[in-house]
């Protein structure tokens, strides 16, 4: 979760690019039931959240800017009445942010109303619009989104065979990067990820009977679903009245889960491929303490995503670990913008340490990911003012050098510090007395050893797919355009 930021401004971590949530449950509360969902993953985007039902003659939606809580309320909520229901909630990625970018997006295929939400980035709807033959097919598009590219492909092809899996199937074939997606016709819900399983989504079944599709499996605790199973890469599973129905839109290729939802993306409570993301983050702790061993007197987590890898380095070396961070919980993503004097030290707005605990003491302090090191230096600042005699940041993923361009909002690689400094300038940048990342082997191994295949390229810089040249150049050094865009099968 960020602080406050400017227009244009991107926070100085990784953030995420979205949640989405379906429910098929006739006779349930489905609106409701998706409120709840959107609120057990709105760590996952906080720009907007939307609903939309389906009550078998028709599609209603409703959405707005703001939080789930902000959104919705008892009236909005009661109006949307239906058998199926999906929703979104939303951090601005590809389109920008604004009204037109909240989903789910609402589209017609002759008189049939559709809605689709999308967690992910494609990474050649650039080309899709260039291509003047295809576009000759579609309908005028409104805005800039993925989503909305996707839905008139899925359009095209259903107006042409009058079955929405083959307009599925079809936008599939088209389009590349990564996408889990949830789409309501007013009879059927139906959920579908990209061939490589780059985002995460999963399928759960509520007690009385119908599903639940989550991108995480804290969406289905909260509505009391089980979890099932995940929908799997290049698979199409659609919920009706006749049930539970799956077929393989387009075959699957190389796995490749992104491998940052285990450091701070998901929820410690939530399981991924069969791995249970608060495990995980306390195996990074432990690995980082066999690699990067410290003399110190306590372990700090830097509160959320920084406190199970601390509990496991703290396990791992014997140093005690302690609660020396307090985190302002009700701060989150603000319409009160801070002054200059707050902002040049931001990270007190939401983090405050404790002189009693940490007075004297030297320090180990865990977190998930240095991205431009501004907000590591004002910790480290923060941690010697409160009397701390050393501060030892140890970071429990490798170093983030390369944009993400599936669905994570990074910046451009010339202000990723660990991209244009070595692990010693960082530390004299950051004002640490030591700093040391996780290694990418012991990362992966941290996270699941027998895991059928990462994406790691915010690492490495080995793309699971193609990076169109538009899109290189927003994200690259110059001379380095092309260099790291290899297809799938180069990556073997």
Known sequence: ?????????????????????????PGEDVARLTC???????????????????????????????????????????????????????????????????????????????????????????????????????????????????????GAETRRTHHLRDGIRAMMNELVGAYAMVLASPDSLYAFRDPNGIRPLCIGTLPGGGWVVSSETCGLDIVGAAYLRDVEPGEIVRFSEEGMSSMQGVPAGRRASCIFEYVYFARPDSVIDGQSVYQARRTMGATLAEEAPVDADLVLGVPDSGVPPAMGFAAASGIPYVDGIVKNRYVGRSFIQPTQAMRQNAVRIKLNPLPSVIAGKRLVVIDDSIVRGNTSKQLVAMLRQAGASEVHLRIVSPEVKWPCFYGIDTDTQDQLIAANMTVDEMCDFIGADSLAFISLEGFRNAVKPDHPGFCDACFTGDYITEIPEELQDKGFFPENRGRRSIAAADNQ
């Open 1 to 25: 979760m960020s602080t406050s930021l400017l227009p244009g401004e991107k926070p100085d971590r990784l953030e995420e690019a979205c949640a989405v949530f379906g429910v098929y449950a």
């Open 36 to 154: 709840f969902g959107l609120q057990a993953l709105q760590h996952r985007g906080q720009e907007s959240a939307g609903i939309a039902v389906g009550d078998g003659e028709t599609v209603m939606a409703y959405k707005d800017l703001g939080l789930v809580t902000q959104v919705f309320n008892e009236g909005s909520l009661s109006a949307l009445k239906g058998n199926l229901a999906i929703g979104h909630c939303r951090y601005s990625t590809a389109g920008g942010g604004g009204w037109e970018g909240a989903q789910p997006h609402i589209s017609a295929i002759d008189n049939v109303l559709i809605a689709l939400a999308h967690n992910g980035t494609l990474v050649n709807t650039g080309e899709v619009r260039e291509n003047q033959s295809l576009m000759e097919t579609l309908e005028h598009l409104r805005s800039n989104t993925d989503s909305e590219v996707a839905a008139k492909l899925i």
